[in-house]
């Protein structure tokens, strides 16, 4: 069940908080299994996915992944919700670097659920490059990174990222020794799906049998959380997918 407000004793963090690798992941999959419930039976889509609305909860020996900050009541597309969209999504420069390719154009498409779990994917680029869960500081962007804080430069960049393996491998250099595992397990299957993805829909434009809104079948929640090796589940424990708008944390 999804509620109109959650109240948690836990103090919410951000994603410095985390302690290892493997509470990232946790908190990764819980969001990722939030956005999929929502996107499914609220009245309302996510209306963009970033870092800062990523939180976590400690509870007991564990922890909760919680997503904060989603517009309730924007307008859905597709009553069936069979493809979750909406028509007005709205951005700001925080989001930009997290933007799914096919948003970066003035006026943006229908907000598709795969456009977010492509920013799921850039959102986890982004941390094992940047952040320092041990001294709990997040480190500067390196200059191959820095363009995708560009609005104007973003969509190339991210084009370049996910078609080139030359591309790809010179953003990989820059993720940090302790998520190397990380990047073997999860980010370098995730590329080859996204890649394989945006090659199909070059391969069947024009196919009126092509499935565009999830690539093909390609990009949705369960073939993600199958490369990651998360299968689907019922949501689980207090059901940490309720609409908040926290701040300073």
Known sequence: MIHSNLSIEAPLQNLFGLN???????????????????????????????ESNMLFARCGNGVLGVLSDWDIGLERNDPSGSHPSIRSPRHCARTFPFMAR?????????????????SFFYILVWVVIHYDFERRRKHRTPAELQCWNDKNATD?????????????????????????????????????????????LDDH????????????????????MAVI??????????????PLDIHGV
């Open 229 to 242: 090796n998360r299968g689907r589940r019922h949501f689980r424990r207090t059901s940490m997918c309720a």
């Open 20 to 50: 290892s690798v493997e509470e990232l992941e946790i908190v990764f999959s819980d969001c990722l299994e939030c956005h999929h419930h929502l996107s499914n039976t609220a009245a309302s889509l996510f209306n963009g996915v970033s």
């Open 156 to 200: 190339n960049a991210k084009g370049y990222f996910i078609y080139s393996p030359l591309k790809r491998d010179h953003i990989f250099r820059h993720i940090r020794k302790e998520f190397h595992g990380l990047r073997d397990k999860w980010l370098l299957p995730l590329w080859r799906l996204f890649r394989d993805a945006q090659v199909s």
């Open 102 to 118: 096919d948003l970066l154009v003035n006026p943006p498409p229908l907000h598709l659920h795969r456009h977010h779990l492509e």
């Open 205 to 224: 434009r024009g196919d009126p049998g092509y499935d565009i809104a999830t690539y093909g079948g390609r990009i949705t929640f369960d073939t993600v």
